[in-house]
């Protein structure tokens, strides 16, 4: 295991008093092309283009963050000036690393190798003076490499002013841009660049990768805590070592190695088997215990997004084993052969119904006020869905001219459905029975604020362009319960909606009060006395 790590920077160290820590994704950053994992296709690319002496004056190294690039980047500045170790090499895409163009540049002090944050630099002027510089021979290297990292922050003026020199630059000059954004950059410049997109390094290879250090380090660690890791890393090596890092000064303050629960633990993840378990009770219908897991776990810390997260991805599983896809090494055992029952168990249009309203439980649950309750909604509906029919099967019965009801005979006899209460026929009148049933202070908020948008009794959807308060809502739903005995669907939409009851009220009496001035004896009154002031008049109340 520790061969795997050749080429890494000092895998061991010896510890000396008052040397500061260094993080496991700086102890261990890639210091030859051979360490770095992942990235075949692009080290290939390089191997090519330097053996046959076509080197690209400018490189554009873009992927997720974590993978490499400003690394890779390092390693191709070593690359093009490395000498050898007896001084008379050329590039090579294995730099020996004890030459002094190497060691300079591995420790960040070579004169011609600069660096710059592209996010903290990101003017023009910052871009003229690297302009200006390039003009000058290397000092002491055989190109003058310039690294701009996160180089989508700069401006228009930087890249407008980059653009002549990117496209002829001095023979002795070679630019390296690295972005986790290449959407950002302008396409002028991408054109100039040859493009390299790193790939997430897949979870196998970051689990091996994380096993070797964990060697190196002296720290024992499971294959199962190593494979969570490399999951909540998701493609980041650099992510990934900070996780390890974590997990191992937490196993260090138990006295012990790093080990799946602890990392579960560490990582607020929901137990895998008990995701299992939750699955197993939604496919067999049994809502309540389904819904005494879920809160088991979030008693446990888990966050209910997180569960749902987790039976989405055990969903994707069975649908991956179902179609025979290779099974990922990373999982348990047991785990893999869970998806395998269950695959040879459900059919493809139930485990994408299944997906469907695991995902839509998902995204509300993102969104929702009471995270837990809205999980336990969505559950439930899981648990509902399972009793209907296939809509598939559904389909072709009715096709055929078959009944989609079941065959049993239906009972003797059949109890009428209760009467439904009588619901007002208007939100005026709703608003008026509770304002004769006590509820003052609710129908008056309700008058004055509410904006209709459909009245369809036991359901109001009310227009969010003028939002009622949530306790508003809430009160006016147990009010209404209280009063028609059923439950009520209260909602908010974004359009315009009905005026208000207030509103339409003063209209009317505007209307009325326009109507009396225009008459023929009040209109002779006011020519009479023009001081005159219409106070009252007789109102007609329009009854809803």
Request: hydrophobic share 45%.
């Amino acid at each position: 295991m520790t061969d795997s790590l050749l080429g890494l920077d000092e895998p061991v160290q010896p510890k000396r008093g008052g040397e500061a820590y260094r993080v496991l994704a700086r102890k261990y950053r890639p210091q030859t092309f051979e360490a770095l994992i992942g990235q075949d296709a692009m080290v290939r690319t390089l191997e090519n283009a330097i053996r046959r002496d076509r080197i690209a004056h400018a490189f554009l190294l873009t992927g997720v963050r974590g993978v490499g690039k400003t690394s890779t980047a390092r390693l191709i500045a070593k690359a093009l000036n490395c000498v050898g170790r007896d001084g008379t090499g050329g590039p090579t895409i294995d730099p020996c690393g004890v030459c002094e163009p190497c060691r300079a540049i591995a420790e960040g002090r070579h004169i011609d190798v600069i660096e710059m944050d592209a996010a903290s630099h990101t003017g023009i002027d910052d871009i003229r003076e690297i302009i200006e510089a390039s003009r000058y021979a290397a000092v002491s290297a055989r190109y003058k490499v310039y690294i701009i990292d996160e180089v989508h922050m700069l401006s228009k003026a930087a890249f407008n002013g980059l653009l002549k020199t990117l496209e002829e630059p001095p023979g002795h000059v070679k630019f390296l841009f690295a972005t986790t954004e290449v959407n950002k950059v302008p396409v002028t410049v991408l054109s100039r660049c040859q493009r390299f997109d790193l790939r997430r390094i897949p979870a196998d290879k970051l689990a091996e990768h994380f096993a070797a250090v964990s060697h190196q380090e002296g720290v024992a660690a499971e294959a199962e805590a190593l494979a969570l890791i490399a999951r909540a890393a998701e493609g980041s090596a650099r992510d990934g070592l900070s996780i390890l890092d974590q997990a191992i000064a937490h196993a260090d303050l138990q006295g012990g190695g790093v080990t799946a629960e602890a990392v579960r633990e560490m990582l607020g993840l929901s137990d895998r088997s008990a995701v299992r378990d939750l699955l197993a009770l939604l496919l067999a219908g049994d809502a309540p215990g389904a819904l005494v897991a879920l809160r088991r776990q979030y008693d446990f810390g888990v966050d209910p997004q997180g569960v749902l997260r987790a039976l989405l991805e055990a969903v994707h599983g069975v649908t991956l084993a179902k179609v025979g896809s290779a099974e990922d090494p990373a999982q348990p055992a047991e785990e893999r052969e869970a998806y395998r029952d269950w695959a040879g168990k459900l059919s493809f249009p139930m485990l994408h119904r299944l997906w469907q309203l695991l995902l839509k439980g998902h995204d509300e649950v993102a969104k929702a006020a009471l995270p837990i309750e809205t999980a336990e909604m969505a559950l439930l509906r899981i648990v509902h869905a399972r009793s209907l029919p296939d809509p598939g099967e559904l389909a072709r019965v009715l096709s055929e001219g078959g009944s989609a009801q079941p065959s049993a005979p239906p009972p003797a006899t059949t109890p009428a459905p209760p009467e439904k209460p009588a619901l007002p026929a208007t939100f005026a009148a709703l608003v008026e029975e509770m304002e004769e049933k006590g509820h003052h202070l609710l129908a008056v908020r309700l008058a004055h604020g509410a904006r209709v948008v459909s009245y369809d009794p036991p359901e109001i959807v009310f227009s969010g362009t003028r939002p009622i308060a949530a306790d508003t809502l809430a009160e006016t739903t147990t009010a209404l319960r209280g009063m028609t005995g059923i439950a009520w669907k209260l909602s908010m939409l974004d359009a315009p909606g009905e005026a208000t009851l207030k509103e339409a009220a003063d209209a009317a009496a505007e209307a009325q009060r326009q109507a009396v001035l225009a008459s023929p004896l009040v209109k002779a009154a006011f020519e009479a006395f023009p001081d005159a002031e219409l106070i009252d008049w007789p109102k007609k109340r329009n009854h809803a």
